[in-house]
DNA sequence: AATGAATGAGGATTCATTCAT
DNA sequence: TATGAATGAATCCTCATTCAT
């Protein structure tokens, strides 16, 4: 629901800014970062491209506000879902199929963290990049502390670390699963078959073999 | 040592070829792939831009073959250091060592993992991709085998399961960990710190943690 | 007169898209089609290349959309001229003579012709196009009205084949009397002086032919 | 059939000539001029790029060749046609429909007609024009003097002058009649219809109006 | 705040032609 | 005579960004 006319208030400018970062998710998804314009993205939220410059100084800083927004929000729901979660005895999996069912449901946002590297920054200012990694640091802070409380046997400080690969892994397995339309037709071959990768399951099981790995290495230290 | 003068016997050209790669890989990490341009790369191969199309159909194509050719360089490399580890009590540790390494000196192929999925297989005619995701699937298989026979416990099928999933990670941390200069500038504050990847030892531990998890896993799933 | 700075109102923006057309027309005369860029064209309007696009999808969009214009004002000249003039013995020879004269003193109309079949036609899109063909549909429909009405004893209908007809003749004739520098040097000697084309006597000879073919046929056909 | 190895004899290498005019020829109709690339017609011949070199100029020499071809042998059958037809009640007709039909029925020559002004005579040296205007002045005159003989009532000299018209009159009928796939649509519409041309009935007409009103020039001037 | 006309740098790709073998 | 690898000029068009209104 675009605001109309002039956003003078704040909260119209805020909401106006969330009408465009919702068009620019809706048509990353559609069209591919390389092939999406910012006219396009100006036409879909009926506006100006001039007034896009308004809000974000960059076509990617624009890309990088609207990774912002999907992430927090989506980090936000996870870790309140895994705060309510007592102690269980199969744990791990209730929390690697929670992550990864639930970030399979999120294309954009899977898309938005396949270029956020590569190309979001690397055309953007000091305080855009701060911006990001702060919001990321303290997620990562927060969601680590409740890491090591979910998860018995997780040394102190590696549920950060955990994190942090869990990460590493979303990005990779997005991109493997994720092939361009030729790439789809090769996979499609059997003696290809074996490099398909299903995202979810994947990322499930990987996650599950992280924590299972951190908790064994304590012992394995010890 | 380039060829001299025209390459008419396929020894020639295949030597051309290479010395093609070798700029192109070369200049990757110079410039970065969006900023290098074909005229760049034939300048420092001292051929015409023309002829460079003699030899891959596109940019694209250019740069997979480069991926091909450092990728499976790196994996015959390994694999044949892997064959000939006997089984020894730490033998994860060793491998995962093994492989962290070896990848962390070769910034080329690192750089072209992290745009393959987003960038070089975009542009790819079928037999190009087709070429390539061969070489993969060959060493996925062979790799898988040497990496079940290495690591005692570990589920039949499952090495070429952990292979993908440490391709995964190569991917994700390398991103995570090479950051662009206005980036790698904000990662310089105390609270962002956090943030920081070292590639390296963070592949290192995240194999391990794999493997170990996959043969826990044998044991849970039991 | 260019337009300054940003046409904003359709007025200007008219006035810009004229005197584009007008820089385009001039510059083909001096260079010819193939041998004329945009960045040329941009430059004699002093403005950037990419505004030429913001008035036109193609190069051959703006050439036709200048033939369009060239040729509706001429031909509606011509057809006010027509139409003033009242029934006369030597009608015949006085339309053929005006044609003519006037067709030779437009230059940029007969480089237009010449190429709008083999270049200006291949590469637009339907609607422009169409656009194009109408407006010639509608002045041979309305020419066609006249010739009969000044041509004593032509078929009913006949006027707009006639029409055609000339308009042949003028791509043939302007492609014969208008030779490359080389050719032009060819038909110096005696023996080619032959092949040598005087624009507008032949084609003022060949109207008249045709328009007395054409009323000869009605007896003939009788 | 392509001459084998090495062209020796001047006897093969007229032959080897011949074979790659009519692969030029042929491929011409395909492609289009401007979509054909030398390589493509080497391929045809089974000749390598270079060869072709050996053999024409350049690519415009070499079309101009085939034309030269085309052309003689196209005239030469038209005039021994003509030289056997005995005078007539109705010889303009048989006249008009002999050369109507023939051209129809040779696209290739047509399409050359249509580029020969624009393209082909702009890249030649002068003894390649020199070559193909004398072929055409040889046979301006002959079948002039032909026409003044089967033709009666034409004046002294006017020969030559119909059939220059003539010529115009086919390469100007020839680009109406052969629109690009666009353009064929546009004349599908209603609106549009009357555009649409057919080349053979309307060169036949139009040469007979031409002769009709060559042969009524000498009453009207007299 | 909003507009959208203007900008112009930027680059992959093609292909006629050459020439060493 | 034949080859085909090498050349490199040549150019259209896109699109992120700016800025006058």
Redesign the interface.
């Known amino acids: 629901m675009p605001v109309k006319q002039r956003a003078r208030k704040d909260e119209d400018k805020q909401a106006r800014r969330r009408s465009i970062l919702d068009a620019a998710g809706r048509m990353l998804r559609e069209r591919g970062y390389?092939d999406l314009t910012m006219a396009e993205v100006a036409r879909h939220c009926r506006l100006a491209k001039g007034t896009l410059y308004l809000y974000f100084s960059s076509k990617e800083a624009m890309f990088l506000a609207a990774l912002e927004q999907e992430l927090s929000t989506w980090f936000d729901g996870l870790l309140e879902g895994l705060a309510e979660m007592r102690p269980d005895r199969d744990e791990t999996r209730r929390i690697a199929e929670t992550i990864a069912t639930s970030l399979a449901s999120q294309p954009t946002l899977l898309d938005l963290l396949?270029?956020?590297?590569?190309?979001l920054?690397?055309n953007?200012?000091?305080d855009t990049?701060?911006s990001f990694?702060?919001m990321?640091?303290q997620r990562?802070?927060f969601g680590g502390a409740i890491f090591e409380r979910a998860l018995p046997g997780l040394p102190r400080g590696e549920g950060?670390?955990l994190l942090?690969?869990i990460?590493?892994?979303?990005?990779?397995?997005r991109?493997?699963s994720?092939?361009?339309p030729?790439?789809a037709?090769?996979?499609e071959?059997p003696?290809?078959r074996?490099?398909r990768?299903d995202f979810q399951t994947?990322l499930r099981?990987?996650i599950?073999?992280?924590?299972?790995?951190?908790q064994?290495?304590r012992v394995?230290d010890a």
């Open positions: 390389a396949t270029i956020v590297h590569n190309v920054e690397q953007i200012e000091f990049a701060l990694k702060q990321l640091a990562l802070e950060q670390r942090l690969r990460y590493a892994a979303v990005v990779g397995l991109q493997m994720d092939p361009s030729v790439v037709k090769v996979l071959r003696d290809i074996c490099l990768v994947e099981e990987t599950i073999d992280l924590v299972r790995g951190a064994a290495r394995a």
